[in-house]
């Protein structure tokens, strides 16, 4: 899949990440001190996602320590530039980017890193937020003609994306975000996610590491400390994204109130063709025109196989 930001570091010298396969990376977590107990691994699989314990302390415990790290880090620099300005420093959220397409493990990834971060020591207050909260509503969508084109940079309120992000990192008492529920296919008008002054903040979605929509100003990226791109073959993200759906046609699509109630009654033939038609017209482009471009701007990679198993790392070193 070609990449277009890549280009300008694929000229055979240089590229600006280090590059470790699964075994190496594996091999960094003995060095990094265990910060969960049996117990609470085993509570980590009450995620709800049928996550392997090998996954979790080779690949996202030695994440969690990175990261943690980098928290410590961006603190340090931000006490600096507070003593440069003669001012008193205010302690400001750690803030980490998820990205990558629509089904590819996104928010398992996320809770796991929400879990293990909040376990190390100085960053006990991890918060996580969707940007599906900041999906216009479906009337709006409809009134501009974005129905078809949900988790496309254009159907998010950007703007009040970049105005949330803003204000947690600067530190107010409380920041409100709107809600997004997949059962009702829209914003819940009354419902709300508050944000009380984390230690990190978690941004997951598809186009957080998009740049600015005019090409220029500030934009959500900008914002973060650290971002993070998951990433697997499109072939299998297909699969998982149809195999979801079929999953959910079995359960949540049966609730009545559910916004895709009609699918309830599809055969499982009829489920998958339905399921193939949205990811081939909405979720495959956003992919390729949207979202994979952004790939190269992330600190760190995590490259899956068929399996979800992360194969391949790579960490940002300039
Ligand atoms: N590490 C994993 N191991 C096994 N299955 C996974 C793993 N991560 C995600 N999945 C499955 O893949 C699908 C997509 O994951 P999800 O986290 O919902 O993706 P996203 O938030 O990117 O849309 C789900 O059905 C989930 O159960
Ligand atoms: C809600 C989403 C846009 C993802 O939002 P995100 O939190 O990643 O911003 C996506 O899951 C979605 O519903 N896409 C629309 C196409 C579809 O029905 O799959």
Redesign the pocket.
């Known amino acids: 899949m070609s990449d277009p930001a890549a280009s300008l570091w694929n000229n055979g010298h240089t590229t600006p990440f280090v590059e470790l396969d699964r075994a190496d990376w594996a091999a960094l977590a003995p060095t990094t001190q265990l910060p969960l107990r049996e117990t609470e691994i085993v509570q980590l699989r009450g995620l709800g996602e049928p996550l392997d314990l090998g996954e979790v302390t080779d690949v996202y415990l030695p994440v969690s320590r990175l990261l943690n790290l980098y928290a410590a880090g961006a603190s340090q620099l931000h006490r600096a530039t507070s003593d440069f300005l003669g001012e008193r420093a205010r302690r400001t959220p750690f803030v980490i980017g998820v990205a990558g397409s629509?089904a590819v493990g996104?928010s398992t990834i996320a809770r796991l890193l929400r879990e293990l971060l909040a376990r190390w020591e100085d960053t006990p207050r991890v918060e996580l937020v969707?940007?599906?909260?900041?999906?216009f509503p479906n009337a709006e969508l409809a009134r501009r003609g974005l129905m078809a084109r949900?988790?496309f940079p254009e159907?998010?309120d950007r703007r009040s994306l970049l105005r949330f992000v803003s204000a947690v990192k600067g530190g107010a008492a409380e920041v409100r975000a709107p809600f997004?529920s997949?059962l009702n296919?829209d914003i819940v008008p009354d419902a709300q996610i508050v944000v009380r002054q984390p230690d990190v903040l978690i941004v997951?979605?598809?186009?957080v590491l998009a740049p600015p929509a005019t090409g220029h100003g500030l934009t959500v990226s900008d914002l973060f400390d650290f971002t993070v791109y998951v990433d697997a073959r499109t072939q299998d993200i297909a699969r998982w994204?149809v195999e979801r759906f079929l999953r959910l046609q079995r359960g949540a699509f049966s609730n009545p109130k559910s916004y895709f109630h009609r699918y309830a009654t599809m055969t499982e033939d009829e489920a998958r063709r339905e399921a193939r038609r949205?990811?081939d017209e909405?979720?495959e482009p956003n992919l390729v025109q949207n979202i994979l471009p952004t790939r190269s701007r992330a600190t760190l990679v995590l490259r899956k196989d068929e399996n979800h198993a992360v194969s391949k790392v790579l960490l940002r070193k300039l």
């Open positions: 629509v996104k969707t940007t599906d909260g900041f999906l949900k988790g159907s998010y997004y997949h296919y997951e979605g598809l186009n994204y949205i990811w909405i979720n």
